[in-house]
Nanobody
Framework: QAQLVESGGGLVQPGGSLTLSCAASGIMFHIYIMGWYRQAPGKQRELVATITNGESTNFADSVKGRFTISRDNAKNSVYLQMNSLKPEDTAVYYC????????????WGQGTQVTVSS
């Protein structure tokens, strides 16, 4: 009964900011690497950012310096703070939970739309 539920998407002007939230349930949250991915129409889904339980982070080159990922284990939640948004950031953003090990296991949220436009 694992579930990831995203929220916070919407329409924002170029240069603006938006914060996405993902609430997880049904998993042992602290053993999962959490991440955000995005997919635009006609394009492949791509990694945006990841964060480990130890709060080590990785970002795609396209968002470095503009986006911040964080997690709150007490709330079983992960967040994506997006600043200086560009039209190229327009996509459906997906929350992802990855358990490493043998066997590995992962889960996806249903996505939230982010549109950057004037």
């Amino acid at each position: 009964q694992a579930q990831l539920v995203e929220s916070g998407g919407g329409l924002v002007q170029p240069g603006g900011s938006l914060t996405l939230s993902c609430a997880a349930s049904g998993i042992m949250f602290h053993i999962y690497i959490m991440g955000w991915y995005r997919q635009a129409p006609g394009k492949q889904r791509e990694l945006v950012a990841t964060i480990t339980n130890g709060e080590s982070t990785n970002f795609a080159d396209s968002v470095k310096g503009r986006f911040t990922i964080s997690r709150d284990n007490a709330k079983n939640s992960v967040y994506l703070q997006m600043n200086s948004l560009k039209p190229e950031d327009t996509a459906v953003y997906y929350c992802h939970a990855q358990r490493v090990g043998v066997p590995p296991r992962d889960y996806w949220g249903q996505g939230t739309q982010v549109t950057v436009s004037s």
